[in-house]
């Protein structure tokens, strides 16, 4: 190599670490690091964490289809759940807290064929993540209900539901009986069946369980606040 070569390779190497891109050739994403974590990262994203995060998703051209932050609710998924695509999913991989990134995800980990709401076929899509927190939930409850795997819950896996070890310490003998039971899973399925079909997508499961979330989440907050008066 000569030197000019040498000197070259060098710049290109700077440029690289400047500019803090990566790439996954495997999963064919790229992203890069607009704001670094807190310090002290303890904890990095991997597949099966229950993360909170807000992100803006648009598309190549700048066009803007998603926006946590305008929505003021942070949203959660579990890291490789089909909660999301799956380049999204990918891009949180080693993520700490506070760490902002931009994900380039191509068409094929996005939506690929499939048209959504302001979201053209075979698009690629751009999303500004920025990891908030983990959450202690690490269990994806929509896959585990769904035995048939049509990706819709009737009346039967719903009911289910209340017999997870998590969510059966939480309403412990009231879904005891088998008409508490009964009630318990109507009342969700009234919440969860948007669309009146008697069954509960994906999507439509994991709005309720955001709303959950978030209830719970302000049901904490005001206890703190009334433990502090």
């Known amino acids: 190599m000569t030197k000019s070569q040498g000197m070259l390779h060098l710049v290109l190497v ?22 670094p974590p807190h310090s002290g990262c303890e904890q990095e994203v991997k597949d099966g964490d229950n993360i909170q995060v807000n992100f803006i998703g648009t598309l190549k051209d700048g066009t803007e289809f998603v926006n946590t932050y305008a929505d003021d609710l942070p949203y959660y998924f579990v890291v490789g759940s089909k909660k999301v695509p799956k380049g999204l999913s990918q891009g949180t991989l080693g993520m700490c807290p506070g760490e902002i990134r931009e994900v380039n995800i191509p068409s094929h980990l996005g939506f690929g064929d499939e048209e959504k709401e302001n979201i053209p076929r075979g698009s690629w899509l751009v999303y500004e993540i920025e990891l908030i927190d983990f959450l202690e939930v690490k269990i994806d409850f929509f896959d585990t209900l769904d035995v048939d795997k049509n990706e819709q819950l009737n009346l039967e ?40 079909d008697d069954l509960i997508s994906r999507e439509e499961f994991y709005i309720l369980q955001d709303f959950k979330n978030q209830q719970q989440k302000e049901k904490e907050s005001m206890m703190e606040f009334r433990e502090d008066l």
């Not at 700077?14 to 704001?35: G, H, M, P, R, T």
């Not at 070890?165 to 969860?192: K, R």
């Open 157 to 196: 896996e719903v009911e289910q539901y209340f017999s997870l070890p998590e969510v059966s310490d939480v309403f412990g003998d009231v879904a005891s009986s088998e008409s508490s039971l009964s009630f318990l899973t109507q009342t969700l399925m009234n919440l969860g069946d948007e669309n009146g």
């Open 14 to 35: 700077l440029l690289l670490q400047s500019s803090a891109v990566f790439c996954n050739d495997q999963e064919d994403i790229s992203y890069k690091i607009i704001n």
